[in-house]
């Protein structure tokens, strides 16, 4: 098994990570998702975060990436996939196979599933219940 952390990475637990996977300094992996319900009286409480991050092999985190675990499931990084700096990954996304992302790319909402992107100009792309095989 080949794997290259650099300084700074921090992976929560339940993480799971594949062979010949390298993760640039900084990266965060598996820290909880943004969600928070809103309560009656106008307050949010939050989400409890328990699902994980799959990271598949042959794949490539840039520096300062953020990888956000699942509410429940798992937040999937697909095998080849490679993600530039600045990227933030909410939960429950799933990067499909050989995707390439640029750097200050969100991908956000649930049960998105990227597959085959090449995604290199910052923006963000999102929707719920998708299935993006072309970007």
């Known amino acids: 098994m080949r794997l290259i952390i650099h300084p700074g990475v921090k992976i929560y637990k339940d993480c ?24 009656a009286d106008g307050t949010f409480k939050k989400v409890p975060q328990i699902g994980n991050v799959i990271i598949e092999n042959d794949v490539e985190i840039g520096a300062n990436t953020t990888i956000d675990r699942a509410t429940i499931g798992s937040t999937i990084i697909k095998a080849g996939a490679k993600l530039d ?39 963000r792309l999102s929707g ?8």
């Open 85 to 123: 700096n600045l990227i933030q990954v909410a939960h429950n996304v799933e990067i499909g196979n050989s995707t390439v992302i640029a750097a200050q790319v969100r991908y956000q909402w649930q049960h998105e599933n990227w597959q085959g992107c090449d995604d290199r100009w910052p923006g």
């Open 16 to 39: 799971l990570i594949g062979d010949r996977v390298t993760i640039h300094a900084g990266t965060v992996i598996g820290s909880d998702g943004f969600g928070f319900a809103p309560q």
């Open 128 to 135: 719920s219940f998708a299935n993006k095989r072309r970007c």
